[in-house]
């Protein structure tokens, strides 16, 4: 697997998902709305997200945000 798709829960437009942590809030590039993506994925994608984050840390890769159709939330936008 290269990729989790997700749909926005909102206005189900499609997101492909390479690298983020699993905590994050995504923002989709469609409809804007944003969304708690671990609220959203089946516990494949959980475990998938979770092995690629670790071996990003553990390897200082090219970081944990790479997305198609959305863009990551500061945490200090979230409310």
Same mark, same amino acid.
């Given at each position: 697997?290269?990729?989790?798709? !997700?749909? $926005?829960?909102?206005?189900?437009? !499609?997101? +492909?998902?390479? =690298?983020?942590?699993?905590?994050? #809030?995504?923002?989709? +590039?469609? $409809? =804007?709305?944003?969304? $708690? ?7 494949n994608s959980r475990k ?9 840390? !553990? #390897?200082? +890769? ?8 959305? #863009? ?8």
């Amino acid at each position: 697997m290269s990729a989790i798709r !997700l749909s $926005c829960p909102h206005c189900k437009a !499609l997101i +492909g998902i390479k =690298r983020v942590d699993l905590g994050v #809030t995504l923002r989709c +590039g469609s $409809c =804007r709305q944003a969304f $708690c993506l671990n609220k959203h994925l089946d516990s494949n994608s959980r475990k998938w997200l979770s092995q690629m984050a670790a071996r990003d840390y !553990l #390897t200082l +890769g090219d970081g944990l945000y790479q997305l198609e159709g959305a #863009t990551v939330v500061a945490s200090a936008e979230n409310e």
